[in-house]
């Protein structure tokens, strides 16, 4: 555990039961309907930036959170809302150029960001005024790296430092989202359990220690039927300092986090249908795969193909975990499975 790293207080958003002014969200889950899983089951969900941007899209994937939460165990991993890690590292290069009051500006301008999806959650007013002062001690913690004047060292550790807000806002926004539709959820830090080395900007996990204290964080939660919701990308060293785990690893933050709960599955919500066989955007021939195995997933990847983080399919398959690749807009779309055994495969 890091001592200087613990955040605001995990107190439990929401009460099960009728959303508060949200009609309920008749969203399909197809991905587990061949084999559901039971009520003792856990289900990791990791949520990409573009499915985190601005409130309406909280919302709607909270409603994804909700219905799979009806018969399984869930923990969810986030990602900082989209565009913000980039924001946060220009902060750093500012600083790194003495451009102190652009820096200044721009650490206020995120700070700002995350009050106005607060806003526009439209929380009950108690439950406000909690997350909103949450919000607000974090924004107080980044302000106070970026001073309005005088000369600021920049390092590797403040950039992880820096580039850590991101997910510590979207998690305290995003447990306030499913606490408004009935989900009692709180956020948690990963750094309190995911213990790295010290390399900063792309440090490395101990599977053991992370199992151990992870499991200790996460499991007593679950088993009250609380949604934790994690920060990805983030850990800490030995002595409390904030890593990260290196650009676009919070889909290794979801399966390490799906390995600590010997999760049957982990879904990872995106803003594609899932993997296809060279990038749609660049390519009118692109197929859609809907079934691979770890071994045909992995060689994809070697190949070059931006399927997922290098060190998330040998979790997987160390507990035999099945990860899907899904569209967050298309919820009613199967997308694509990686398992142990591959059904045949491109649509």
């Known amino acids: 555990m890091c001592p200087e790293q613990q955040e605001a207080s995990l107190s439990v958003e929401g009460e099960p039961g009728s959303p508060e002014g949200e009609g309920r969200l008749e969203l399909a889950f197809s991905a587990v309907s061949a084999d559901r899983p039971s009520r003792e089951a856990v289900v990791a969900f990791k949520f990409g930036g573009s499915s985190l941007l601005g409130a309406e899209r909280m919302l709607h994937s909270a409603g994804l959170v909700r219905e799979t939460a009806f018969r399984s165990r869930?923990?969810?991993?986030?990602?900082?809302?989209?565009?913000?890690?980039?924001?946060?590292?220009?902060?750093?290069?500012?600083?790194?150029?003495?451009?102190?009051?652009?820096?200044?500006?721009?650490?206020?301008?995120?700070?700002?960001l995350h009050l106005e999806t607060l806003e526009e959650l439209k929380l009950a007013e108690g439950k406000h005024e909690r997350v909103e002062q949450e919000v607000q001690l974090l924004s107080r913690d980044l302000l106070h790296e970026t001073p309005r004047q005088g000369r600021v060292e920049v390092n590797d550790f403040l950039r992880d430092r820096l580039a850590s807000f991101g997910e510590r806002y979207a998690a305290r926004l995003f447990a306030a989202a499913l606490g408004k539709i009935g989900v009692p959820a709180v956020p948690v830090a990963s750094s309190d359990f995911v213990l790295t080395c010290e390399t900063f900007r792309d440090a490395k996990p101990h599977l053991e220690h992370t199992e151990r204290h992870g499991r200790e964080i996460l499991k007593p939660l679950l088993e009250a039927g609380i949604v934790p919701v994690v920060t990805g990308f983030i850990g800490a060293t030995e002595d409390g300092r904030i890593t990260t785990l290196g650009r676009n690893s919070s889909d290794l933050s979801g399966a390490?986090?799906?390995?600590?709960?010997?999760?049957?599955?982990?879904?990872?919500w995106t803003d594609v249908d899932g993997i296809y066989t060279a990038n749609p955007r660049d390519s009118d021939e692109a197929k859609l795969l809907h079934e691979l195995s770890y071994d045909e997933a992995h060689a994809l990847a070697a190949s070059g193909a931006k399927v997922l983080h290098p060190e998330v399919l040998p979790l997987a398959a160390k507990r035999e975990m099945t990860v899907w690749v899904r569209n967050t807009f298309k919820p009613h779309a199967r997308g694509t499975r990686i398992g142990s055994q591959q059904n045949g495969g491109v649509a």
Do not use: F, P, W
Request: charge should be negative; charged fraction near 30%.
């Open 256 to 268: 390490l986090v799906a390995h600590v709960l010997d999760a049957e599955e982990l879904v990872i």
């Open 74 to 112: 869930v923990c969810v991993v986030v990602s900082a809302m989209k565009g913000v890690t980039d924001r946060l590292l220009a902060v750093a290069e500012r600083l790194a150029r003495n451009e102190t009051q652009k820096a200044r500006r721009q650490a206020e301008d995120i700070a700002a």
